[in-house]
């Protein structure tokens, strides 16, 4: 199923985008797509049976905002340097373990939201990721297919990072990842069992109509299973947090000088294979 959340900043309302295409208000069933609805398999068939009953009501997608797809996130763990392309553009080892960092929650807007390019920032940089929904509440996982076993579903996002602030000002990543409007995630969330394989995802995204990211998730180096599990050593995963899994190749940090890094009036789109398209105008804050 394709979730999603649509309307006003701060109200948006369950929906659902139909197999032919038909946006469907979800709201007489469920009070929102999170954490809780991923977690409860009941529910969840019910939504499918009414999806597929063909009688659930139909907004006019007209004008009407689309939001992030998945509400009341509790924490969104990223993964550095997790495509093997990635490495090899910013002249880095492959690591051996993978690198973690967190984005706060309140830095998530929707797929086509105004993104805004921090004050002082010379180095926003973009990112095209695959991003992971946790379904059920994962801890001390033995295996990657327990990992796989325990992912709600899929998003796109995008990690928009200051480079400057991620790397030269001092400390930990997170810096650079925690600007406001910095996670754009959307437009829907796709069930997993309609990804039977994760790691066979094209991940394409383009800057003013250029193509600039044009990868494939087998080029992970941790694939999804393996993150979900390591992770889960290390924190308590619950139902509705979300995994930023790694960039591919192509991103302005890994380009020679001058570096096309983005500014004010720059338009990103980005694409993943079956999770929809976002597009994003920046700005400055």
């Known amino acids: 199923m394709k979730l999603l959340r649509v309307g006003p900043v701060g109200s948006e309302r369950p929906a659902l985008l139909d197999r032919d295409g038909t946006l469907r208000d979800l709201s007489g069933l469920i009070t929102d797509v999170d954490g809780g609805l991923l977690a409860d398999d009941s529910v969840l068939t019910r939504v499918r049976e009414a999806a597929e009953s063909g009688e659930l009501p139909v907004l006019d997608a007209e004008g009407l905002r689309i939001g992030a797809p998945v509400g009341r996130i509790g924490k969104i763990v990223g993964i550095g340097l997790n495509y093997f392309g990635h490495a090899a553009e910013i002249g880095a080892e492959p690591p051996a373990e993978p690198i973690l960092f967190l984005k706060a929650a309140d830095t998530v807007v929707g797929p086509d939201d105004t993104v805004l390019i921090p004050r002082g920032s010379v180095k926003t940089d973009w990112e095209a990721e695959l991003g992971v929904v946790i379904g059920s509440t994962a801890r001390y996982l033995d295996s990657a297919v327990q990992g796989l ?67 494939n998730t087998s080029d992970q180096i941790f694939p999804v299973g393996e993150v979900v599990r390591y992770l889960s050593h290390f924190m308590t995963l619950y139902p509705g947090d979300v995994i930023v899994t790694g960039t591919p190749a192509g991103v302005a940090m890994g380009r020679p000088e001058p570096k096309p890094y983005l500014r004010a009036g720059d338009v990103v789109e980005v694409e993943i294979e079956g999770l929809g398209r976002q597009r994003q105008e920046f700005k400055g804050a």
Do not use: M
């Open 149 to 215: 076993a325990h992912v709600g579903g899929y998003v796109l996002v995008n990690d928009v990072s200051e480079r400057e602030f991620q790397i030269e000002r001092g400390g930990t990543w997170d810096k650079g990842k925690n600007c406001e409007t910095f996670t754009p995630i959307g437009p829907w969330l796709l069930t997993a069992d309609e990804v039977p394989n994760p790691q066979v995802l094209d991940v394409k995204l383009w800057v003013n109509g250029e193509l600039q990211q044009d990868g």
